[in-house]
Structure formats: structure tokens, C-alpha cells
């Protein structure tokens, strides 16, 4: 089946420009998380969505950050007044989340957007 | 202090070698875990959930030590194309499953 699919591949942008990032899950997915890679740097957590419940945020680096999931599917990440520190990879993953004692959380990840910061 | 250490390597083993990485993680609370494998300029892929019965797959086992925390990871009968960064990560349930990951490890296979 499809996987996680990603927008841009790789974004150019200037500093101070406003970029939008997609993410399009695996369908049936419930859970929606947003990751970064910096060069030389680990994956670090960003933001997650579960169904319909508040997003789990404390990932975000800064204000200038945000995300939306619109109809617990499709999820936009938003950075604004970007900076040249915001270059990274910017993965997103999904899951589906299981119940049941043991249950693991494979989380999918998609192929990222690239983005780089003049 | 970072809540999951790995060698960073570089690992340089001839084809057929068999090769072991190791992590350690810091939060007890800690409930998943798994080895993502990462080639270069690629997002990271799901290798393996790591269970504290052990468990393998085909070359590959894992091995998970609660009371020490640490994880590892045995590579048999190395491949060239095992070559790739391989991640060590943990998650907790109640923190939605979050990943944390390790650096990540290098591996060269060289023929």
C-alpha cells in the first residue's frame, strides 16, 4: 500500500519567508508526528497529533512553528520568519495505534522535506 | 547527557563478518524499542522491534536488557548493502509514543 508521502521534496527559501511543509499519512493512521534532521544531528521530536485529541507541541523549537491536521488525516507544518538554523530534513511518520498489552507503535516514516534557508 | 547513547563508529567490516552495536538508554520508564536503519540522504526505515525475549530476523537479532538498559544489535554474515546509519530508539507510551532516538551508528561493509 501507499506509504507517507511528503511536499515539497526540497524547498529553497529566503530568510524571513514564510514556508508550508504537507504530510499525507498512511491511511488509517491515527497518530501524526513531525520530526527534524539537522546536518550532522539526530532525529529530534517535533510535534504529535493522536485522532482528534490537543497535539502534543513541546517539541517545537520556537514560536515561529506550527502544525495543523486537518480532518485527522493531512497534516501542514508552518514555519514562519524562517531562519538559516531551520535548514533541516523535516520527516514526518505515522502510525497506527494498537491497544493490547505489548502493542507496539511501528511508526512509518516518509521520505522528508528538504529544507534550506538563504 | 543524552537519554540514548550509541557509538557513533564508523564500523569497517569485511563482507561476511558478523558485527554488534550496542545502546544504552537513561529513562527506566522507557517501553518500546527498535533499531531503525538509515541510508545516506533517506529517511529512516523500521529494521526491527526490539522484544525483552530477544528476537530475530533472518541475520538480524535483538537483544534488550532492561535491568541494564541497553539494546543491541547483531548483524550476520555482513552484507555489502547493510552498509547505513543504524538508529537505536526508545519511546514511552505515555508520552504518545514520541520517538527518542540515538545518533546513530555507522556501518561500512567493504568488499
Known amino acids: 500500500g501507499a506509504g507517507v508521502s511528503q511536499s515539497p521534496s526540497n524547498k529553497v527559501t529566503e530568510k524571513g519567508k514564510d514556508v508550508e511543509l504537507r504530510c499525507d499519512p498512511i491511511s488509517g493512521h491515527t497518530a501524526l508526528y513531525w520530526y527534524r534532521q539537522s546536518l550532522g544531528q539526530g532525529l529530534e521530536f517535533l510535534i504529535y497529533f493522536q485522532g482528534n485529541s490537543a497535539p502534543d507541541k513541546s517539541g517545537l523549537p520556537s514560536d515561529r512553528f506550527s502544525a495543523e491536521r486537518t480532518g485527522g488525516s493531512v497534516s501542514t507544518l508552518t514555519i514562519q520568519r524562517t531562519q538559516q538554523e531551520d535548514s533541516a530534513v523535516y520527516l514526518c511518520?505515522?502510525?497506527?495505534?494498537?491497544?493490547?498489552?505489548?502493542?507496539?507503535?511501528?511508526?512509518?516514516f516518509g521520505p522528508g522535506t528538504r529544507l534550506t534557508v538563504t | 547527557r543524552k537519554e540514548v547513547e550509541q557509538d557513533p563508529g564508523p564500523f569497517n567490516v569485511p563482507e561476511g563478518a558478523t558485527v554488534a552495536f550496542n545502546c544504552t538508554y537513561s529513562n527506566s520508564a522507557s517501553q518500546s524499542f527498535f533499531w531503525y536503519r538509515q541510508d545516506c540522504r533517506k529517511e529512516p526505515k523500521l529494521l526491527m522491534s526490539v522484544y525483552s525475549s530477544g528476537n530475530e530476523d533472518g541475520r538480524f537479532t535483538a537483544q534488550l536488557n532492561r535491568a541494564s538498559q541497553y539494546i543491541s544489535l547483531l548483524i550476520r554474515d555482513s552484507k555489502l548493502s547493510d552498509s547505513a546509519t543504524y538508529l537505536c530508539v526508545v519511546s514511552r507510551v505515555e508520552y504518545g509514543n514520541k520517538l527518542v532516538f540515538g545518533a546513530g551508528t555507522i556501518l561500512r561493509v567493504k568488499s
Open positions: 511518520a505515522s502510525s497506527l495505534r494498537r491497544t493490547g498489552q505489548g502493542g507496539k507503535y511501528e511508526q512509518y
